[in-house]
């Protein structure tokens, strides 16, 4: 495997505890969904390259640090320094947990005072493979459009979904900085 890459970004997954965070990491940098995984303490970081096409249609290769931080309110306190330096992020909620969808505007205040601007985000509505669904895909849809991010539905337990939501946030950063070094 080749370890050379055209950019490095730094991604915070953000989202209350239990959405999925650690299981999408999981699933998309080792292709597998464990069930036993242990609450996040902290922080943790995966690293996995993905390629993307740039503006001008040739694939580069993108190297994604991805950090899963704890979701936990006891975590609050150390999570903005997790935010530091990150180029873009995923924010990530549980379909079949409104709560967690209601909460999702407090995660974009956190991420906001502590890195003091707006990064690229990308909208995960998780665990689409459980029956008693309750934030219908529409809601999801609407909330991404207000802040003018992608909308994705995934499932860490099929897989589905998972590399799309990576794949938009990697576009979306190579098409920024393109732009802003043309
Ligand atoms: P977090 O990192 O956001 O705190 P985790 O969340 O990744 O630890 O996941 C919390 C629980 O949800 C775990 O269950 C995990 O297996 C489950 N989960 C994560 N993603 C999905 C999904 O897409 N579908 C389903 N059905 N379950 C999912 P346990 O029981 O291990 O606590
Ligand atoms: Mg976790």
Do not use: C
């Not at 990150?86 to 409104?98: I, M, N, T, W």
């Not at 689409?128 to 539905?153: C, I, K, N, Q």
Request: charged residues 25%; glycine residues 8%.
């Amino acid at each position: 495997m080749s370890s050379s890459y055209d950019y490095l970004f730094k991604i915070v997954v953000l989202g209350e505890g239990a959405v999925g965070k650690t299981a999408i990491v999981t699933r998309f940098s080792h292709g597998f969904f464990r069930t036993d995984y242990k609450t996040t303490i902290g922080s943790q970081f995966a690293v996995k390259n993905i390629e993307t096409p740039s503006m001008h249609g040739n694939r580069l290769t993108v190297k994604l640090q991805i950090w899963d931080v704890a979701g936990q309110s006891r975590f609050q306190i150390l999570r903005p320094m997790y935010y530091r330096g990150s180029s873009g992020g995923l924010l990530v909620y549980d379909v079949s947990r409104r709560r967690t969808f209601i909460v999702l505007e407090e995660w974009l205040d956190e991420l906001r005072k502590a890195i003091g601007k707006d990064i690229p985000l990308v909208l995960v509505a998780n665990k689409t493979d459980l029956p008693d669904r309750v934030v219908a895909p529409s809601e999801g849809r609407e909330f991404a459009d207000a802040h003018g991010m992608p909308y994705v539905e995934s499932s860490a337990k099929t897989g589905e979904g998972i590399l799309d939501v990576f794949e938009q946030l990697a576009t979306t950063l190579v098409h920024n900085r393109e732009s802003a070094s043309d």
